[in-house]
Nanobody
Framework: VQLQASGGGLVQAGDSLRLACVASGLIPSNYAMGWFRQAPGKEREFVAAITRNGGITRYTDSVKGRFTISRDNAKNTVYLQMNSLKPEDTAVYYC?????????????????WGKGTLVTVSS
């Protein structure tokens, strides 16, 4: 299984970015997908998750109303649209795949990880 994330970069506060994660070696419709992030010196934290068919999503409180997770199973891709970015959003963002949507409550439950893409938001 490979999860290849892309779309990170250096932006200013208030800007937008869209992350994409292409999955290979698995059947996307069999996996809930999600995003976590890890800032320097901090633990990896949950950002967003989406069910297998895309019908249900959830977000950590700090990104609600600003970030949107979506998926296109035909393209084996999950997206994270990030708007109104803040300096505190600066982190390495990791794509995740796990058969169980409930596993996204704890990063230690996740079956597969991508390598991460760096998002830096300057003030």
């Amino acid at each position: 299984v490979q999860l290849q994330a892309s779309g990170g970069g250096l932006v200013q506060a208030g800007d937008s970015l869209r992350l994409a994660c292409v999955a290979s070696g698995l059947i996307p419709s069999n996996y809930a997908m999600g995003w976590f992030r890890q800032a320097p010196g901090k633990e990896r934290e949950f950002v967003a998750a989406i069910t297998r068919n895309g019908g249900i999503t959830r977000y950590t409180d700090s990104v609600k109303g600003r970030f949107t997770i979506s998926r296109d199973n035909a393209k084996n891709t999950v997206y994270l649209q990030m708007n109104s970015l803040k300096p505190e959003d600066t982190a390495v963002y990791y794509c995740a795949a796990d058969p169980n949507y409930r596993d996204y409550s704890d990063h230690r439950n996740i079956a597969y990880w991508g390598k991460g893409t760096l998002v830096t938001v300057s003030s």
